[in-house]
């Protein structure tokens, strides 16, 4: 079973989780995820690669604790195993030389974006980044995006660092400035990469985002991750996870991610009993 090498909580409730999976390691591509189960009786997880390592056969998830799967992952420690893990899935990031990218990351998903700018960094496009998170303590490797930015702005709904303000303004300020976007790539909350939509929309900038719908079986087969895209039907595991911001039915998918907040509230009372005594210790949860 794969082993975690490295556990740290990068934020709060946000949990990094370097683990060994050499294959995955050596496959992956920005903008690309994993199905990860975090014990035999668990549900999958389909996580966005935060980072690889080719050399070392390590990949990097980043996940916030929300419900039953993702607590239960984040209870293992240093030495813990996985009980299963696949990947790396989906389609990579479309990645050229465009000229200049605003890469736009919101709360978890600054891990997500981290790849994708430093690939676009490295394809010679020159990289504008704006993260954003709620409050100074849900932001998080600042060092690692200011290495593969040309600029880096950062906001936070309360004003405890950085802009006060959301993402959006910043990047609204841009566009009105006449500054030149060749694209537009968003991760993060939902709600979050509407409004990035919505702003990039009045100035024709193509404008993409990982979607991150329920996603079962991760191959295309189940169709649980479908998302409405234009007139099409997509799948989100095979066909995405990025897609047309602009052509996204954002309504239906809000619709769809709400489908079991009741069952998920429920399993995750029921796991409070189960808690170890030391999360992240070592702990599995208690039988």
Wanted: hydrophobic share 40%; with cysteine.
């Amino acid at each position: 079973m794969p082993e975690i090498v490295r556990r740290e909580e990068v934020a709060s409730r946000t949990i990094l989780l370097e683990i060994a999976a050499p294959e995955v390691a050596r496959k992956a591509q920005a903008g690309q995820f994993v199905v990860v189960i975090p014990d035999e009786r668990g549900e999958r997880i389909p996580l966005t690669l935060a980072d690889w390592d080719p050399e070392a056969g390590t990949i990097t998830i980043v996940f916030l604790v929300v419900g039953t799967s993702t607590q239960k992952l984040a209870w293992l420690a240093t030495g813990d195993s996985v009980a299963h893990l696949a990947g790396p899935l989906g389609r990579p990031t479309e990645v050229e030389n465009f000229g200049t990218v605003a890469v736009v990351g919101g709360g978890v998903g600054l891990a997500a974006v981290f790849p994708i700018a430093r690939a676009l960094k490295d394809a010679g496009n020159r990289v504008i980044t704006v993260m954003g998170a709620r409050c100074r303590e849900l932001i998080f490797w600042e060092d690692r995006l200011c290495r593969v930015s040309d600029e880096l702005i950062i906001t936070t709904d309360d004003g405890s660092y950085g802009r006060k303000g959301v993402v959006t303004q910043p990047l609204q300020e841009l566009l009105q400035a006449g500054q030149r976007l060749d694209r537009v790539i968003a991760v993060g909350p939902t709600v979050m990469m509407r409004f990035v939509a919505k702003t990039t929309q009045p100035f024709g900038v193509k404008t993409i985002v990982s979607l991150n719908p329920l996603m079962l079986d991760a191959t295309g087969m189940c169709g649980v991750c479908r998302v409405r895209v234009g007139e099409l039907t997509k799948f989100a595991c095979v066909d995405g996870p990025d897609f047309d911001a602009h052509k996204v039915d954002w309504e239906l998918l809000k619709a769809r991610q709400r489908s079991y907040c009741d069952e998920e509230k429920c399993s995750l009372e029921r796991l409070e009993h189960l808690a170890p005594k030391n999360p992240g210790e070592g702990g599995h949860a208690r039988a």
